[in-house]
């Protein structure tokens, strides 16, 4: 197993945990993104965890940042402050807020208010660019988040200044808020969207560490233009219940069957020489959902909505 790899089992591990403690929300968009954030954190950027402010250092913005556990995980599992620390997320007084935070070594730009991120990472590369520095700029964003305004400002914006020194990877789970993507606004070839705009675009299996890395080592290849990999993920994934749950973008793991199970599966999947922090032998016999417990219902907006009703609606 690659130290990719290791690195997302402990950032799904740390993101249960983390929720569970807090109360904390969006422990799906964590488990999507967690595979992405560890191949960039482990083999990717150049940073120096005892030196956050180095100037060398490559930018990470993750634009989509209701899902900072995940960077918290990466960050304290790469140096930049105690693991022990990631249990004091989203409590009062805690560097760890429930969207990421500049407070926190290693993170250069707080994220959270959607859409603002690739405009930030736009602005990084356009400045490195014109001063003739070698650092790259990479966003990590949500599907849902491009249906802002601001990202295709930025994409042109990015085009326009040819930026090949950065990278836009966009989580892209095909869920947002209360629906799918595609239920919310429609977005035909959304490859071609971003070509469109200019940019270089590579899709791909989000999940998949071999795809992630290859699309990393094609973008640095390409010349006067940015890349965009669209990373195709699975929302929860790791967690079967979660997986494809519109209901986990909001609910964290409570206490019994949801944190037991939960825990349990991911102990499945452990790398034998990584050792869980919290629970060491996890729970082999954790307690089970009891009849009608385990809400597997449609939580999408859109399996109540009917556009005849909205149209009788509006014409009355």
Known sequence: MSNSEKLAWKIR?????MTHLSGGSHIGAIL?????????????????????EWEGRDRMILCKGHAGAAIYAALAESGFFPVEELKTHYQNASRLSGHVS?????VDFSTGALGHGLSAA?????????SGRKERVYAV???GECNEGEVWEAALFANHFRLDNMVAIIDHNHMQAMDFCDNTLEWGDFADKWRSFGWHAIEINGN????????????AEVKHKPTVIIAHTIKGCGVSFMQNNLLWHYRFPHTGWEYECAVHELHDSKPEDIEDPYTPEGFPNPTL????????????????WHPTCFTYICKN
């Open 13 to 17: 591990r740390h993101g249960i945990e």
């Open 32 to 52: 999507s993104v967690a595979d992405i954030i560890a191949v960039l954190y482990a083999d990717i950027l150049t940073f120096r965890s005892d030196e956050p």
């Open 102 to 106: 500049h407070h926190l070594p290693g």
């Open 122 to 130: 736009t602005g990084m590369a356009y400045s490195f660019k014109k």
């Open 141 to 143: 964003l949500g599907d």
């Open 208 to 219: 998949d560490h071999e795809q992630l890395h290859a699309a990393f080592a094609e973008a």
């Open 289 to 304: 959902p009891k009849e009608g417990e385990q809400d597997k219902s449609d939580h999408t907006t859109s399996r109540t």
